[in-house]
């Protein structure tokens, strides 16, 4: 599988490694008691989650797999509210302080409110969760990984994904999308897509990071290749956990 990396059992050699894995198996997060995934899609602005969340969702549905769908920052009133003041592109002199607690309280609320009910029944899909945060807010802000992933584990009260899709696309080929949806659809970017390269290069390296950290689960996809290829990819991973899951 080109686009799908799967060689991170390779990375169990490093100790560090193997203790990080150990710990994840033995005191990780809440997957074990649960009865449905949770899978998240991540990425920068027009990678494709959107695209790829809809594409999988209607996999789910032809499966007759139940499912809940939700974007963050938002998916419930009042996170929607705090969106509004996230993406806001005259919201200029909000602090990174304030960014930061913004995302993770909309983050609580719909952890509360939809995502742990709804996983006593569904599968959840989200498009952006708490390695959002860590990528940009960590990384993109310079706020620090450790601290960014301890407000999460708050935030989420420790609900964390089976799987999580990152699409891997260069800053480049996104610059390209953007100014196909900003001219011929005449889209509006909000206030964190109109950040400049750099910024995006720090979230960049932020997912890679993750991807160092947590291959178990958090999967490289190659976002640069057709829609079709890359929905292939997810779906053929995805499978194993809905297998898991005794879904399929
Ligand atoms: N693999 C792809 N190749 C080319 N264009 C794509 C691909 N996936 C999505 N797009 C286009 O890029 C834009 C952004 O996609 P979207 O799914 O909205 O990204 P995101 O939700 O990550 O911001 C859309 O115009 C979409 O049609
Ligand atoms: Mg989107």
Known sequence: MEGLKEDWIKSLSNPLMLFSYIKHTLFGEKLSERKFPLISFEGIDFCGKSTQAKLL????????????????????????KIRNILLDPGNKGLLDTTELLLFAA???????????????????????????????????????????????????????????????????EVAKRKQVLTTNANTKLDRIEVSKDNFYQKVIDGYKHIARTEPWRFKTINAKRSIDEIHNDVINDANKVLQKYNLL
């Open 57 to 80: 969702a209607k996999y789910l549905k032809e499966k007759g797999i139940p499912y809940r769908q939700f974007r963050e920052p938002g998916g419930v009133y009042i996170s929607e």
């Open 106 to 172: 909309a983050r609580a609320q719909i952890v509360g409110e939809e995502i742990e009910p709804s996983l006593e029944t569904k599968l959840v899909l989200l498009d952006r969760f708490h390695d959002s945060s860590v990528a940009y807010q960590g990384f993109g802000r310079g706020m620090g990984y450790k601290f960014v992933k301890e407000l999460q584990k708050y935030a989420t009260k420790g609900i964390y994904p089976d799987r999580t899709y990152w699409f891997n696309v260069s800053i480049e």
